[in-house]
């Protein structure tokens, strides 16, 4: 179903953004600014807090920052505004696939939530016939919100580098391919979402065809011009049926999807941990808990919808090929062949929806770390029926989600990064890139950066405590109280 805006949807949504702003008045207990200003080595005054990535993790984290009274941050994103995130670039579902009463990036704010935005903009009978949320509206309800609270954000910003300097770190960015300028901020958040820790991955031997021949599913994708030619997809979670789906869509004359398992994964366990129990004290658990929970659930990975299915398999050009993994890759003449547990295939184009690769050493901001951040093989062995060597490439986070040394002492200024973003499930469950996830995670974050800020200072805070003397009353008698009479006795 496809919502239309009503008439008078601007004024509706101007009027909830002032719903929103006297809500958050009403309920911005203690008011008081309380960091300290840090001076920058450069000058000037250093941000409190730099997030990278301006996508739903970001924001909410920067929201929850600002109600807890930290407004000296900024928020950076390499790509243009409303182009943050996955939504209208490599996601290529029509529509989120969480429930649509799913609460995120509003912070349990009526006024904030995805329904409010919705019901003003589309009325409360479009609400009701909602099914999901399309990607569009989930973009154009996040830019809203992101202008409702005010959230700083500067777009089209990359970050090259991040390094120590005295009281915290030295962020390098580069804006629109300009000249590179330094930013310094006592912490910094990493919600760059999926790739955050490492890089999107593919089988060697398809990284070595040449590139007009294949692609990850995070890739632009030209599906205009697989019209009529043969697509090959390896893997079966939702991108896969996903891209599957966009190809045939686009006209493509085939499209075989591989799976490598017996069948595709039909059971979806983000849906059994979406309770409070799980989403709330999964990071308090021993890391004994922690592994066999996420070792079962990142087996099962994450299952698709009917719908998804039902886009792909009512072309009668979709193939799908179960127990059926691929070993290798050649050209022969301008065409594919592909080496599978069936058999050779001969394809135009090929596409890996293989996921994430954790590897510190692929982010350039994390360069001058990588080697010494802490793996959960660093810090856990797990039972020899329970070894995964794909969960052991996980970072292993401290309690407030910051990265940990490897080596103690070697590079001590991670404890100022903290990561909120997918790499951050082995820890703390589905967290930085999760909407189910955010009414819990997000204070978490929140909680583990201010305490960090306050810790930081505490020397000043004392002092400043102790040099406290602003007084609430003076001891002021009326006129003619016997007490005015008994002091200007004293004072003749």
């Given at each position: ?42 000058g ?65 704010i ?29 973009v ?23 390094e ?32 955050s ?78 309770f409070?129990?799980?989403l ?7 890391d ?27 072309h ?9 993994g691929?070993s290798?890759?050649?050209m ?5 062949v ?13 596409i ?22 802490a793996r959960?093989?660093?810090r ?15 970072p ?38 999760s ?28 002092q ?14 009326p ?14």
């Amino acid at each position: 179903m496809t919502s239309h805006a009503l008439p008078h949807a601007d004024r509706a949504l101007a009027d909830l953004t002032l719903r929103v702003r006297d809500d958050l008045d009403r309920i911005s207990h203690p008011r008081r600014p309380w960091t300290f200003a840090h001076d920058a080595p450069s000058g000037g005054t250093m941000l409190d807090v730099l997030i990278v990535g301006g996508g739903q993790s970001g924001l909410a984290a920067a929201f929850g920052l600002m109600r807890d009274e930290v407004r000296n941050i900024l928020v950076v994103d390499q790509a243009p505004r409303g182009l943050e995130g996955p939504w209208l670039s490599y996601a290529r579902m029509h529509t989120l696939r969480s429930p649509k009463d799913f609460t995120g990036p509003d912070l349990d704010i009526p006024s904030l939530t995805y329904q409010s935005w919705h019901e003003a903009k589309f009325g409360p009978e479009s609400w009701t016939a909602l099914h999901l949320i399309t990607k569009q509206d989930w973009v154009d309800y996040l830019l809203w919100l992101r202008d409702a609270v005010g959230i700083p954000v500067q777009n089209d910003t990359t970050v090259l580098d991040i390094e120590p300097c005295e009281g915290g770190l030295c962020v390098v960015l580069s804006m629109m391919g300009g000249e590179p300028v330094r930013r310094y901020a006592r912490k910094v958040v990493l919600a760059t979402g999926q790739e955050s820790l490492g890089r999107w991955s593919m089988p060697g031997f398809v990284e070595a065809l040449p590139p007009q021949v294949r692609a990850h599913t995070a890739e632009g994708i030209d599906f205009a011009a697989l019209r009529g030619k043969r697509v090959a997809i390896l893997g079966a979670g939702a991108s896969a049926f996903d891209n599957a789906a966009t190809a045939l869509e686009a006209g493509a004359g085939e499209v075989h999807l591989f799976c490598r398992r017996a069948e595709p994964q039909l059971v979806q366990p983000y849906l059994w941990l979406t309770f409070t129990g799980f989403l709330k004290h999964f990071s308090e658990l021993d890391d004994v808990w922690k592994w066999r929970f996420m070792n079962y659930i990142l087996g099962l990975r994450e299952g698709f919808p009917q719908p998804t299915w039902d886009r792909c398999a009512k072309h009668m050009n979709f193939r799908l090929h179960t127990a059926a993994g691929w070993s290798g890759a050649r050209m022969e003449g301008d065409r594919v062949v592909l080496e599978t547990a069936k058999g050779p295939l001969e394809a135009d184009y090929v596409i890996c929806a293989t996921g994430i690769e954790h590897n510190p050493a692929q982010r350039p901001e994390l360069a001058r770390a990588a080697g010494n951040i802490a793996r959960w093989e660093d810090r856990f062995t797990p039972a020899p029926d329970e070894q995964n060597n794909r969960l052991s490439a996980f970072p292993y986070l401290g309690n407030d989600y910051t990265l940990q040394e490897r080596v103690p002492g070697q590079t001590p200024w991670l404890r100022n990064i903290h990561l909120f973003s997918i790499a951050a499930t082995m820890s703390f469950g589905p967290s930085g890139s999760s909407i189910n996830a955010m009414k819990f995670s997000v204070p978490k974050l929140v909680s583990g950066i201010t305490g960090g800020l306050f810790r930081d200072d505490v020397e000043a805070y004392w002092q400043d405590l102790r040099s406290y003397d602003i007084r609430q009353a003076e001891l002021r008698w009326p006129e003619g109280h016997p007490m005015t009479l008994s002091l200007m006795k004293q004072d003749a």
